[in-house]
């Protein structure tokens, strides 16, 4: 195992983690989240002979589809290829990622029996696929990897709906009916989620994404009350391992404050809010990613241009921008263009580094 430390060194002047840490640095980073698999073709042809369980458990497949947006986007980060099914998986829930569909759960959750079935994860042998795809990447990566895992509440909606749900009824139906099991169950979540974020640093990650993606189905009354403790609890328990924590969900306009307020360094901003607003609902001291709309890339380019730029002009050359899509790289996207895109950052986006022009604190780290 390559010494983690030495390989966050490595990567500390790059723009990613200077960026996420409020750190002047020289061209705007960009990333997409989904950047690996879906709309690449060289990802199709690894899924043509393999299953996604057998790419995600076999670690030189993993590195690999890890490594192929890399070599073709040429953006400033790379996303380890897992799901965030995968911990619970492991623990044994019979759990299915139909393509095009998502993950599907054997038997959900609906009582407080239920809960018996997840035990605490032991990441280094329950996850110890992941830890040596980790193990693979850091030795050869140009850029940052940052390791993920699922919120306690997206986790929970998949095992308490089946699948992927519009509604999140019966989930909403256990927070609301049986408070006690609904905290029980994200709390051992935010357990296992936690173990497998420190684990991943443990190999070499730079930085981590804690993805909340369904949190935006909640309003923020409830969100405080049923969710933010758990989620507070994972970041904060990433705290003493100084690595960016980046929080992120789908259509969380209005929770924005309040995943900042969890423990967060950077906030996904989720493409339907403004950037400029986006950022103005979160705290100072705090970085923001985003949020070019996914399905914009479908279109000309003459009008994906456009809406970079967009982008760009609403962060306004903030020191503590990181540019990325509003949610995940959709299937039919046309790999050109997010090339396009990052040539585009990387020419347009420019940083406003001297004093006064950014008002926010350093996250962490050196501030010199
Ligand atoms: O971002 C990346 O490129 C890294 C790998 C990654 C995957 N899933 C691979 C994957 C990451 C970070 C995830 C996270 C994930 N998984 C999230 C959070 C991100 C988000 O989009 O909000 C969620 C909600 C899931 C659950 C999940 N898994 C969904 C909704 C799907 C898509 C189903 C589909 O085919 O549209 C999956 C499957 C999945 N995870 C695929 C990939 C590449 C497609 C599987 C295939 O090859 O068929």
Redesign the pocket.
């Known amino acids: 195992m390559t010494d983690p430390d030495a390989v966050r060194a490595r990567h500390a002047d790059g723009p990613f983690l200077r960026a996420c840490r409020g750190l002047p640095h020289n061209t705007v980073p960009v990333w997409f989240?989904?950047?690996?698999?879906?709309a690449l073709a060289e990802y199709r042809a690894i899924?043509d002979d393999h299953t996604?369980e057998e790419v995600v458990q076999t670690p030189e497949l993993a590195a690999e589809v890890t490594l192929q947006p890399v070599r073709r986007y040429g953006v400033d980060a790379s996303?380890?290829?897992?799901?965030?099914?995968t911990p619970v998986q492991a623990l044994g829930i019979g759990v299915t990622?139909k393509?095009?569909?998502?993950?599907v759960i054997e038997q959900p959750f609906r009582t407080a029996e239920d809960l018996d079935r997840l035990r605490p994860l032991e990441a280094e042998s329950d996850l110890s696929f992941v830890m040596q795809t980790v193990d693979l990447l850091v030795q050869e990566l140009p850029v940052p990897l940052i390791g993920?895992a699922?919120a306690p509440f997206?986790l929970a909606s998949y095992l308490v709906e089946g699948g992927?749900s519009k509604s999140y009824a019966r989930t909403k139906a256990m927070m609301f009916s049986d408070e006690l099991t609904w905290h029980r169950l994200m709390d051992k979540l935010a357990g296992i989620t936690l173990a497998s974020l420190r684990a991943q640093v443990a190999h070499g990650a730079s930085a981590v994404q804690l993805?909340d993606?369904w949190a935006g189905a909640l309003n923020p009354v409830d969100y405080q009350r049923y969710v933010l403790p758990h989620s507070e609890r994972i970041l904060d328990g990433l705290s003493d391992l100084e690595v960016p924590r980046i929080h992120f969900g789908?259509a969380t306009g209005e929770l924005l404050t309040l995943m900042a307020q969890a423990g967060a360094d950077v906030v996904g901003v989720d493409w339907r809010v403004p950037l400029d607003e986006g950022r103005r609902r979160i705290p100072d001291g705090v970085g923001f990613q985003g949020n070019l709309e996914p399905a914009v890339c479908l279109g000309p380019w003459e009008v994906v241009e456009e809406r970079v730029r967009d982008v760009l002009d609403r962060a306004d050359g903030a020191v503590d921008h990181i540019f990325n899509l509003g949610?995940?790289v959709l299937?039919a996207t046309d790999p050109a263009i997010l090339e396009q895109v990052v040539d585009l950052v990387h020419r347009e986006g420019t940083v406003r580094t001297s004093e006064g022009d950014t008002s926010r604190a350093p996250v962490g780290g050196d501030a010199s």
Do not use: K, Y
């Open positions: 989240m989904r950047q690996a698999g879906r899924r996604f996303i380890l290829f897992s799901d965030i099914v990622i393509p095009g569909v998502g993950p993920f699922g997206t992927p993805f993606s789908v949610h995940g299937p």
